[in-house]
């Protein structure tokens, strides 16, 4: 199984401010990465495929890079509505695994 | 658009089993898949497996392979999770959801709204 993992486990980001958040894999996942974004009492809402291609009606403002085994996910700009939980997942290997997650949260 | 709808909160006994359901709208199942995937309160998220309604194809994690039945009912666009042995750390939010059906590109792009499942004597 392949392991998750993301840092911060928290960032603390005042509105208008870059954040960057991180997600490694215990093994190479080539380029078969997602990210999603959750909110308090929502479901997930996938953000990112393919490490780097933003979903339908995503904002530019969120970006993927990375590949193998290191992968980002960049916030420029951060708004209000994007304060969440944010989780990476690999589709590379069964079973599908995620990350614990990285909170962003109002500094 | 596809729509995800589940079933309603459970609270069940230790040793039970739970049956939760999604209906999709928008979404024949002729070129999708459904996976099941768990969140703990407070925690992350779990995949628990995924059905091909199509094919009639299922996969399993490692950690439910004997204790949970995924199906799908293509007449009804509605796919079924049944978690049976409960235990109290079986407690979660269960989400459906869907993907595009391809095995190397399994992401999800639609959720169902999640049903608290509460394990407790």
């Known amino acids: 199984e392949i392991v998750m993992t993301q840092s911060p486990a928290t960032l603390s980001v005042s509105p208008g401010e870059r954040a960057i958040l991180s997600c490694r894999a215990s093994h190479s996942v080539r380029s078969n990465l997602a990210w999603y974004q959750q909110k308090p009492g929502q479901a997930p809402r996938l953000l990112i495929s393919g490490a780097s291609t933003r979903a339908t009606s995503i904002p530019a403002r969120f970006s993927g890079s990375g590949s193998g085994t290191e992968f980002t996910l960049t916030i420029t700009s951060l708004q209000s509505e994007d304060f969440a939980v944010y989780y990476c997942?690999?589709?590379?290997?069964?079973?599908?695994?995620f990350g614990p997650g990285t909170k962003v949260d109002l500094k | 658009q596809v729509q995800l709808v589940q079933s309603g909160a459970e609270v069940k006994k230790p040793g039970s089993s739970v049956r939760v359901s999604c209906e999709a709208s928008?979404?024949?199942?002729?070129?999708?898949?459904v996976s099941w995937v768990r969140q703990a309160p407070g925690q992350g998220l779990e995949w628990m497996g995924r059905v091909i309604p199509s094919l009639d194809i299922a996969h399993f994690a490692p950690n439910f392979r004997g204790r949970v039945t995924i199906t799908a009912d293509k007449s009804t666009t509605t796919a079924y999770m049944v978690l049976s042995s409960l235990k109290s750390e079986d407690t979660a939010v269960y989400y459906c959801?869907?993907?595009?059906?391809?095995?190397?590109?399994?992401?999800?792009?639609?959720w169902g709204q999640g049903t608290l499942v509460t394990v407790s004597s």
């Open positions: 959801a869907r993907d595009q059906g391809r095995d190397d590109m399994v992401l999800f792009d639609y």
């Open positions: 928008g979404d024949s199942f002729s070129n999708s898949a």
């Open positions: 997942q690999q589709y590379n290997n069964w079973p599908l695994t």
